[in-house]
């Protein structure tokens, strides 16, 4: 099973919002990451968390908050973000030695 | 320079056809090579994942890799309208942070 799984779908936020993007993966993997994808783009990396623990953060504005409560759950907490950051958030897994990603399905953001 | 290019089409076939999509990079130190196909509004899929040089073959899919010139291909044989997609080179550097650098992806469409 590769199965990278995110809640919610769709979101639509106001700019003084606060809300949470979820993702999980019962994969056994050991590193797992944010990306950020806007329309005709290749996924932007935002975060990388290894063995829980923050390792790359991609100069990411501080209203983007990440979490990984434990090596299966990650979590992206939003606040006060503006409409340009509309977009897909991709969450994604590996092995942490290997090269290999899988991707969850997405959730589509949109900031009004 | 880019660390990657790929051209981003986009690229229309008739049904049937033999389709090849290429990436080139500038640095030889990339160790994992990914193809990913990604569907409109869905996180992108692993199609196919090698670390050395050659041919690897799943399906109609095939992944070529060429170290010496820096230049990795996917091949779709009997190509369907299914596949009408943006496909996605990625590399990899490897180690603990497993850092996804990818093309800018080519928009693929097979003509019924």
């Known amino acids: 099973d590769t199965e990278v799984t995110q809640t919610p779908k769709h979101l639509v936020m106001g700019m003084t919002n606060k809300k949470s993007l979820k993702c999980e993966q019962h994969m056994g993997h050991r590193a797992m990451y944010w990306y950020k994808q806007k329309a005709k783009k290749p996924p932007e990396l935002m975060f990388v968390y290894s063995y829980e623990k923050l390792s790359i953060n991609e100069s990411v504005p501080s209203r983007f908050s990440p979490e990984c409560p434990n090596s299966s759950l990650l979590n992206l907490h939003l606040h006060a973000l503006q409409p340009e950051d509309s977009a897909l958030y991709l969450c994604?897994?590996?092995?942490?030695?290997?090269?290999?990603?899988?991707f969850g399905p997405g959730t589509r953001l949109t900031v009004t | 320079q880019k660390e990657v290019e790929q051209d981003p089409g986009p690229l229309s076939v008739p049904e049937g056809a033999i389709v090849s999509l290429n990436c080139t990079y500038s640095n030889s130190a990339f160790q994992y090579f990914m193809w990913y196909r990604q569907y409109s509004r869905k996180g992108p899929e692993l199609l196919m994942y090698t670390y050395s040089s050659g041919n690897k073959e799943d399906g109609r899919f095939t992944a070529q890799v060429d170290k010496s010139s820096k230049y990795i291909s996917l091949f779709i044989r009997d190509s369907q309208p299914s596949d009408s997609a943006t496909y996605l080179c990625?590399?990899?550097?490897?180690?603990?942070?497993?850092?996804?650098?990818f093309g800018t992806g080519t928009l693929l469409a097979v003509q019924p």
């Open positions: 994604a897994s590996s092995q942490n030695n290997r090269g290999e990603q899988y």
């Open positions: 990625a590399l990899n550097y490897g180690g603990a942070t497993n850092k996804l650098i």
